[in-house]
């Protein structure tokens, strides 16, 4: 019995316990059960207040919730909106100024082409001004050089036309055989077939040359350069010695010209035959040493003579030939003490001595 009572007291308020003791107090004759029953009412109707007010209560923490759901919601749909408005319109910005710089770099890019085009404009028509300006004045003194060229030439070549002329006639003179020796290639081959006659012309030319480039005091014809020997050589340049007496110290020149083993080259040559052009050649370089160790131990004596000898190619073909073989120009001035010279190369050398 003092459980229910402990529990009951327990729900009631402070007013209704102060309600329930004056009762008991003011009723405290009457008997127990009637007590109860008056408890009982009074726990009941408190139960369902308290029920009532937990209903109402929950009833209105749910529609609290709900609206801060909603709330929470149209607030969340509010954000959104302004951050998908705030993103598009930052991307719009973006985008008019992507426009607008890409518009600008156009407009520079078209101003830059035009003042480019402008300069290239300018510069070409300086240089076209330039270039003409330059050709009248090239002109001007390409005429000028032509002038003086052809002058020049005319004077020299009438000045070796008429030595030319004069060596001709006393060659035609001295060789009635060989009047008719212009008048083809083939008669001039022929002639140099033979030996004799290959050395007189190699010899002719010789003599041209060295009466071109010097002075008659300066070389001598038919030269014996040793003492003790009584071959002769065609021609030797005269050099001034070194002991008291100013002796003279020959240089010795002797024409050579080879022209059976040049012609075998050439012909290999036009067969385009490697191997042979080779083997051709090996005999042409042999015929050479042969023909410089003949001026070595002929006409090489120094003192008396310098220390080296000239062997005169009369065909500037066959001087190109040995001159483009690598080392046997080297060979036969290393071994031999001899220099070889073309038509051209011996005015050159000459003069330089």
């Known amino acids: 019995m003092l459980p229910i009572i402990t529990v009951i007291l327990g729900l009631l308020s402070i007013g209704e316990l102060v309600v329930i003791g004056v009762l008991l107090r003011q009723n405290s004759g009457k008997n127990l059960s009637s007590r109860l029953d008056t408890l009982e009412k009074t726990q009941e109707r408190t139960e369902q207040r308290l029920q009532e007010e937990l209903r109402q209560t929950r009833s209105e923490q749910g529609e609290e919730a709900r609206k801060g759901r909603r709330e929470l919601s149209e607030a969340l749909d509010s954000f959104s909106n302004n951050l998908l408005k705030r993103m598009s319109e930052t991307s719009q910005m973006q985008k008019n100024q992507l426009d607008t710089f890409s518009q600008q770099l156009n407009e520079l890019t078209k101003s830059n082409t035009q003042g480019l085009e402008q300069v290239r404009t300018t510069v070409e028509k300086k240089l076209d001004g330039l270039q003409k300006d330059n050709t009248q004045k090239l002109e001007q003194m390409r005429q000028t050089v032509d002038e003086k060229l ?173 001159l483009k073989r690598n080392g046997v120009i080297e060979s036969l001035q290393r071994d031999y003490r001899v220099v070889v010279a073309g038509p051209t190369t011996i005015t050159a050398f000459l003069n330089s001595l």
Request: proline share 5%.
């Open 150 to 322: 052809h002058s020049t030439l005319e004077k020299r070549l009438s000045e070796s036309f008429k030595t030319v002329s004069q060596q001709l006639d006393q060659v035609h003179k001295g060789l009635g055989e060989m009047q008719n020796l212009a008048t083809g290639v083939g008669d001039l081959k022929r002639i140099l077939t033979n030996v004799k006659s290959r050395g007189t012309w190699g010899e002719i030319q010789l003599g041209n040359l060295l009466e071109q480039v010097l002075s008659p005091e300066q070389y001598a014809t038919n030269v014996n350069t040793r003492p003790q020997s009584n071959e002769r050589v065609e021609f030797a340049m005269k050099l001034p010695g070194q002991d008291e007496n100013n002796s003279t110290v020959w240089l010795p020149i002797d024409a050579k010209f080879p022209i059976e083993d040049y012609q075998r080259v050439l012909d290999a040559t036009e067969q385009a035959d490697k191997t042979e052009i080779e083997r051709q050649f090996k005999e042409l370089e042999k015929r050479l040493k042969e023909q410089a160790k003949d001026i070595q131990t002929k006409y090489l004596e120094p003192p008396h003579t310098t220390d080296f000898g000239i062997m005169f190619l009369p065909v500037e073909g066959l001087y190109a030939e040995v």
